[in-house]
Nanobody
Framework: QVQLVESGGGLVQTGGSLRLSCAASGAPASIYTMAWYRQAPGKQREWVGR?????????MDSVKGRFTISRDNSKATVMVYLQMNSLKAEDTGVYYC??????????WGQGTQVIVSS
């Protein structure tokens, strides 16, 4: 079973940047397509983007050109990163990583809070 721990969130001003990290340990996490999700206050969790096990990425339209997902499969604990630039107020939310399959098949981590202030 894969365990997920997200980190790197915080408070940032509009236009700023943050880099989120996700540590995926247990099972062969390196073979999975991983995704980032976010949940804004009062809204449902939404898919942000994904990265395949060989590094191909896709993003939701509103973050294209601003967010970049990368991963490091070199160790037993797979690291998945989300570089967020030119942040907007609408990017505020709790960010999670999980598998890209069926909206996330592993137990959810605690997420990491991102607050973008204007």
């Amino acid at each position: 079973q894969v365990q997920l721990v997200e980190s790197g969130g915080g408070l940032v001003q509009t236009g700023g940047s943050l880099r989120l990290s996700c540590a995926a340990s247990g099972a062969p996490a390196s073979i999975y397509t991983m995704a980032w999700y976010r949940q804004a206050p009062g809204k449902q969790r939404e898919w942000v983007g994904r990265i395949t096990n060989v590094g191909r990425t896709d993003y939701m339209d509103s973050v294209k050109g601003r967010f970049t997902i990368s991963r490091d499969n070199s160790k037993a604990t797979v690291m998945v990163y989300l570089q967020m630039n030119s942040l907007k107020a609408e990017d505020t939310g709790v960010y999670y990583c999980n598998s890209d399959l069926r909206g996330g098949t592993f137990p959810w981590g605690q997420g990491t809070q991102v607050i973008v202030s204007s």
